[in-house]
């Protein structure tokens, strides 16, 4: 059939849907022969795997106990927060005062934390 054939309004919206369907009909035979080729290799490459699987031993691990270390000097942790701060803000201790300072946890120690504990 020739496009320059028809000639109503009606030839050529049937010749358009037919059209559209061969259409959309080729795309999903090529979307199907896709599916079928991944999973041939799909499952070709599971039977390399599986045929030679060594056993899987679970590891035991242990783990020393968490000790925390309390500062027994306030003055010494002072001075190496001092330090510190001076060092980030790229100036002399002499011009960094530390009045209070607060201990915060931080949400990596906590996940480390969570992380340790699930594995028990």
Do not use: H
């Amino acid at each position: 059939m020739n496009i320059y054939d028809l000639t109503t309004p009606g030839d050529i919206i049937s010749y358009g849907v037919v059209v559209t369907i061969q259409g959309i009909l080729v795309v999903f035979l090529i979307l199907i022969l896709i599916m079928l080729v991944i999973y041939a290799m799909g499952a070709l490459s599971s039977e390399k795997k599986t045929k030679k699987m060594p056993a899987k031993e679970e590891a035991v691990v242990q783990t020393a106990p968490v000790v925390e270390e309390a500062v027994s000097d306030e003055g010494e942790l002072i001075a190496v927060l001092t330090a510190a701060v001076a060092a980030c803000m790229g100036t002399s201790s002499a011009s960094v005062s530390i009045r209070s300072y607060k201990k915060v946890s931080s949400a990596w120690g906590n996940a480390a934390k969570r992380e340790v504990l699930e594995k028990f």
